[in-house]
């Protein structure tokens, strides 16, 4: 699951570069404050994944060999608010693009 989460956040990035230089080009989006907003908030939750993908990768020698990996309490409080805050991160994605298609933020 996590493997086709970022395939699929690479996908939405390429098309949206892609839209950029087709479309409306960069000026319209440099100087939309909601754009800005929403590659933040894309980036945030980017980086808010590093550390789950890590080690969601570290448990599949476990996995493979069919044990279960070593879980901590703390450990898995980490991830689980991590998660929820990328979960915050997307909904601040899908707010801003609203705006932008309201034509907010020129």
């Known amino acids: 699951v996590d493997a086709v989460y970022g395939v699929a956040a690479v ?18 989006y440099s100087d939309n404050l909601y754009f ?4 933040g908030a894309f980036a945030a939750v980017g980086l808010l994944s590093i ?3 890590v080690t969601f990768l570290s448990w599949r020698k476990n996995l493979r060999e069919h044990t279960s990996p070593e879980l901590n309490i703390p450990q898995v409080k980490r991830i ?6 990328q979960m915050l991160g997307l909904l601040v994605v899908l707010w801003a693009a609203a705006m932008m298609a309201k034509g907010l933020g020129i």
Request: no cysteine; glycine share 12%.
């Open 36 to 39: 800005w907003i929403k590659l």
């Open 80 to 85: 689980t608010w991590l998660l929820r805050m």
């Open 51 to 53: 550390y789950p993908t």
């Open 11 to 28: 996908t939405v990035f390429g098309i949206g570069l892609s839209r950029m230089g087709f479309e409306k080009g960069w000026a319209y």
